[in-house]
């Protein structure tokens, strides 16, 4: 449980010293153990563990977007590329989980020598899922722009929710693949916000470091948005723990196994062994005894 203490989300209102009101949300998160405890959970190679990362940082803000404490966030990656694409699901409370398409996949990095995430995931889809209790959830999907995330989440933004958004994350992975620093931040804009208001903080994204930088440095949620948000009063709102976090069962796995099908149930009972069911946010694998399966097949 690495630096799981120090994760954390903040949430932020901003304004011009001279305009009447904020015209600007902000949230910011570190999150260096929770991308570590994906990335052991999954035992990914770099630039899925970048990919997983980034991904994760972006669920954390958007689910802190979320109105209720029970709704749920999704973000489905769906790619043509090696990794094939990533879920990851957030709640309002700062816990998240996710998992990849393929954990281990290694390419050449960028010529700028970054993990080159966009190539692995290649060419596909973002979708977005916000099941708030009701019937059917909230579903929008766009088509991946970069496929390195925060451009996708910012396309997803101002197409799918016509909200001027710049999201930016990032992901250190070291030499032995554990994670060194992982983070990020999501600068909106009020759909009221003044021109003057949106040139300067355009100038400020133009004029500020690569967030990978910025993490480098090691900078807290914080001071990454102090740096974003240069000129304006940032008024810190939320500041939340977050986590990797997986509510899974032996009950809830038991699910996989009743969508088998009687046929393959009969199949594993037949052969009197063991069957290991893995949850596949998490990896924990749960283990059913032949009684077991005899007795979730009498259900059926
Ligand atoms: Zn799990």
Redesign the pocket.
């Known amino acids: 449980m690495a630096d799981l203490k120090n994760d954390y989300m903040i949430r932020a209102m901003a304004r011009r010293a001279d305009a009447p009101e904020a015209e600007i949300r902000a949230f910011a998160v570190t999150a260096r153990g929770v991308a570590e405890e994906a990335r052991k959970a999954h035992e990914t190679s770099p630039v899925v563990t970048a990919g997983l990362g980034r991904l994760m940082c972006g669920a954390l803000m958007m689910g802190d977007m979320l109105k209720e404490d029970d709704d749920l966030l999704t973000l489905r990656i769906d790619g043509d590329g090696p990794v094939r694409g990533f879920t990851v699901t957030a709640d309002k409370n700062g816990n998240v989980k996710g998992y990849p398409g393929v954990n281990r996949v290694s390419i050449p990095n960028r010529e700028d020598g970054h993990l080159d995430v966009g190539v692995s995931i290649g060419a596909g889809t973002l979708t977005v899922i916000r099941d708030m209790g009701l019937k059917d959830p909230y579903v929008g999907t766009i088509e991946l722009r970069t496929g390195e995330i925060a451009e996708d989440l910012t396309y997803y933004f101002a197409v799918s929710e016509q909200i001027p958004s710049s999201v930016g994350l990032g992901v250190l992975v070291a030499g032995d693949e554990s994670v060194m620093e992982a983070g990020g931040f999501c600068i909106q804009l009020m759909p009221f916000a003044s021109e003057e208001t949106i040139t300067r903080l355009e100038e400020n994204i133009k004029a500020a470091p690569a967030v990978t930088e910025l993490l480098r440095q090691g900078m807290t949620p914080e001071e990454m948005l102090k740096t974003l948000l240069n000129g304006f009063d940032v008024e810190i709102q939320e500041t939340l723990p977050v986590q990797f976090y997986?509510n899974?069962s032996k009950e809830r796995v038991e699910r996989a196994l009743v969508l088998l099908g009687t046929d393959e149930l009969d199949k594993m009972i037949a052969d009197e062994r063991e069957e290991e069911v893995k949850?596949r946010?998490?990896n924990?694998a749960y283990t059913f005894c032949p009684g077991e399966l005899s007795r979730i097949r009498a259900r059926m």
Do not use: K
């Open positions: 997986c899974c949850c946010f998490c924990r």
